[in-house]
């Protein structure tokens, strides 16, 4: 599909498939760009046990116009997550490295479509715009301006196995990529449970995020209809037009240097065994305090701490 967006002649990415167009900076001199099946949402992928499109979270039996604490089971259940704009509450996620998982209402819900707790599965509702960056190949950035805790857009692509990553991971070559990303929630008795989203062969825009050791998005477990989350980005502070999105690989977002947010023993030999072999790849995000090196195991924590 091709757009005009002012003067500028582009091509919307998502071939329609997002509510506004995904548009791609057009110039004389630009890498190749990638070639993938744009997807907006998750798909099941080599090892994945659950279908992402499978409805297997309950829903409300509300009859409001939005859903309200005092009698939506969804929200006494999980916590409300959004105020009456849909910007997300809690922001304060980063105290511990360790943030809640969002629930959203569902297919099964009785609320309305306009109900304050259905903000991510409305989808892409920014003009955003993929790009070529000066030293980092294609990223993406915003054409206009965001409020902080705005949700952004997802990360959306195949959901696979743990062994399915791992061995994607030990076959690319040095000059490619890693998109994986691992959400490892703690269920606070003891249990862990681990989703890997891979973009690269299907995946939507968020697969063109670039790393910055001082991000301007966050990323957080989102829950609608499936058991299988979401992993949606949101906006960490007020964000200008034409700035650059960029979230942290390893899950944090902190104005401090990346620290390790594994902070188990249990955690921490984990991410060990998974790195294990896996080269190390510079970090050009430009940060003050830029730590050198983009991270090995692109995780983010979500749950209790365990500690």
């Not at 791992?166 to 959400?183: D, G, H, K, P």
Request: glycine share 8%.
């Amino acid at each position: 599909m091709n757009v005009v967006d002012g003067s500028k002649h582009a091509v919307d990415l998502s071939h329609g498939l997002e509510n506004v167009p995904v548009l791609i900076e057009r110039s004389s001199s630009v890498p190749i760009f990638p070639e993938f099946q744009y997807s907006p949402d998750n798909i099941e992928g080599p090892g994945c046990t659950v279908d992402p499109s499978e409805v297997t979270l309950p829903g409300c039996s509300c009859l409001y116009h939005s859903c309200c604490t005092e009698s939506c089971s969804c929200l006494q259940t999980h916590g409300q997550a959004y105020d009456s704009t849909g910007t997300l509450l809690d922001r304060t996620r980063t105290d511990s490295g360790y943030c809640s998982p969002v629930f959203e209402c569902n297919v099964l819900c009785s609320c309305s479509d306009t109900c304050s707790n259905r903000v991510v599965q409305r989808g892409l509702t920014l003009r955003l715009e993929i790009y070529s960056t000066r030293n980092r190949g294609w990223g993406l950035r915003t054409l206009e301006a965001i409020p902080n805790g705005t949700f952004v857009c997802e990360y959306a692509g195949e959901v696979i196995s743990f062994e399915e990553a791992r061995r994607r991971q030990l076959t690319q070559r040095s000059e490619e990529n890693n998109y994986i990303i691992a959400v490892r929630e703690h269920a606070g008795t003891g249990s862990i449970i681990e989703t890997f989203v891979d973009p690269a062969v299907v995946g939507n825009v968020g697969r063109f995020l670039n790393h910055s050791c001082l991000p301007n998005l966050f990323m957080l477990p989102v829950r609608v209809h499936s058991v299988v989350p979401r992993l949606a980005l949101f906006a960490g502070r007020n964000i200008d037009a034409h700035e650059e999105l960029t979230f942290d690989y390893s899950g944090g977002y902190s104005n401090q240097p990346p620290v390790e947010l594994l902070s188990t023993q249990s955690d921490a030999a984990v991410k060990a065994s998974r790195t294990d072999g896996l080269q190390r790849k510079a970090c050009h995000c430009g940060a003050n305090k830029c730590a050198q090196f983009l991270p090995l195991d692109l995780s983010i924590l979500s749950g209790n701490n365990p500690k």
